[in-house]
């Protein structure tokens, strides 16, 4: 059998399947479009057939649900043995899964099994009409330039994407498709050399990055750990969370996982404030998909100002804490 159809890797965490599984349905549905084939989603867990329809509804032609408690816990080597018996038995010609933690692990696994090619991390998919492939277009160099790659020969032609970088379809009730819940062989999936232990939460984000709507991040700008507060106090007003460049991470006035940019997270809020961060080629390639920038620099030639949507030049210590006062003197008035 020829490999036909895209394929959706979906996610789930804690038992809910994630928001980031309907962008990929959009994505994918739009590639499966233009193919003229049709689009499936497969999700892994354990009690989650009760996603299969809002799968469907979101765009899905087929939802492959593989249940069990073995599968609660995202496990590399485990997942990975039951996507590929499915894409063995399914041979859909693209598979989509997400650039997150899960994917970026999952996936080089899955390619190396499967003998195929793998584009990580990509903002751009679309179909070369002539040649039926999938043309991969991701940021490269820096941010630099946007490389678009193919997969002429090996099948399926894979890649992850970056989350937020698409919206979900709205849910259609009238939607119909085909529910598959799949038995998982414990057998093809016995590891011993990997085991959940325990499951422990990132206790010092309240909002993640990634998922926030709305970000206020900060540079070495801030000066020390102590001006760094004055991030917190802004994000904290605006229910947003927190984000960082490197340098401020390397001084220690915050965790890695708030560092945004080439070599932290890629983020997609609708709103990013970025305050006294120059806006270096490594920081911008982690957040120039922002719907919304606005920028506080005291430098009006700062780079951060070539990107943002609107730009404050001035002291930060003096106009962030003037935002936050009138933040909460407008809240108080609403409150009245
Ligand atoms: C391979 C590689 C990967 C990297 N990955 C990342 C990454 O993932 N993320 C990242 O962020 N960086 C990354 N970097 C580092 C990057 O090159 C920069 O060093 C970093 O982004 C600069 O951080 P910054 O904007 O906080 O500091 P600076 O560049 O020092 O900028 C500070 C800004 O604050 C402004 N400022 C100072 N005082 C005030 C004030 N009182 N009021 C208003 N504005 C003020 C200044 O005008 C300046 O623009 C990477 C570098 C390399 C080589």
Partial sequence: MDYEGVLVIGEQRGGRVHSVTFELLARGRALADKLGVKLSCVILGHGLQQYAQEIVQRGADTAYVIDDPALEWFLPRTYCNAVVELIEEAKPEVVLAAA????????????????????????????????????????????????????????????????????????????????????????????????????????????????????????????????????????RELGAAVGATRDVVDLGWIGYSHQIGLSGKTVSPKLYVAIGISGTIQHLAGMQTAETIVAINRDKDAQIFKVADFGIVGDLFQVVPEIIEKLQRAKAHKAL
């Avoid at 990055?209 to 507060?229: C, H, N, P, S």
């Fill in 100 to 235: 997150t933690t899960t994917g970026r692990t999952l996936m080089p696994l899955v390619a190396a099994r499967l003998m195929t090619g793998l584009t990580a991390d990509c903002t751009g998919l679309d179909i070369d009409e002539k040649e039926r492939l999938l043309l991969q277009t991701r940021p490269a160099i820096g941010g630099n330039v946007m490389a678009t790659i193919k997969t002429p020969v090996a099948r399926p032609q894979m890649a992850t994407v970056r989350p937020k970088s698409a919206r979900p379809l709205p849910a259609d009730p009238g939607r119909r498709g085909e529910v598959v819940v799949k038995a998982y062989k414990r057998e093809a999936a016995s590891s011993a050399s990997e085991k959940m232990l325990e499951f422990v939460a990132d206790a010092t984000q309240e909002v993640s990055v990634q998922d926030a709507e709305v970000i206020v991040a900060g540079g070495k700008g801030l000066k020390t750990r102590d001006g760094f507060k004055l991030v917190e106090d802004l994000a």
